[in-house]
């Protein structure tokens, strides 16, 4: 079982950055994929960038270039920077942990990104 807490929403203008964080309950270097995901309101959650155990990683092609994942195994932490936000990027950030590639993921509470235009 993973835990995870974000932190590091808030409040910014268009063009602006934020920097989300996600503290793990374990290490993050045997988890197989970390992810991002945003969820606003009236709409499907979506999947905005992961990072797996190899260092790879994948983005959403609307944030691609503007945000990017990063993890530090020493800290248990999953990062996402997010650089030019647009009002289009306001929602819910959660964070998400899948130790195995078949099994569970594992979910944080999320945190508000509110971008004003």
């Known amino acids: 079982q993973v835990q995870l807490a974000e932190s590091g929403g808030g409040l910014v203008q268009a063009g602006g950055s934020l920097r989300l964080s996600c503290s793990a309950s374990?290490?993050?270097?045997?988890?197989?994929?970390m992810g991002w995901y945003r969820q606003a309101p009236g709409k499907q959650r979506e999947l905005v960038a992961s990072?797996?155990?190899?260092?790879?990683?994948t983005y959403l092609d609307s944030v691609r270039g503007r945000f990017t994942i990063s993890g530090d195994n020493a800290k248990l932490s999953v990062y996402l920077q997010m650089n030019s936000l647009r009002p289009e990027d306001t929602a819910v950030y959660y964070c998400?942990?899948?130790?195995?590639?078949?099994?569970?993921?594992?979910w944080g509470r999320g945190t508000q990104v509110t971008v004003s235009s």
């Open positions: 998400a942990s899948r130790p195995e590639r078949d099994g569970v993921q594992y």
């Open positions: 374990r290490s993050i270097s045997s988890i197989y994929r």
């Open positions: 990072i797996f155990n190899d260092g790879s990683t």
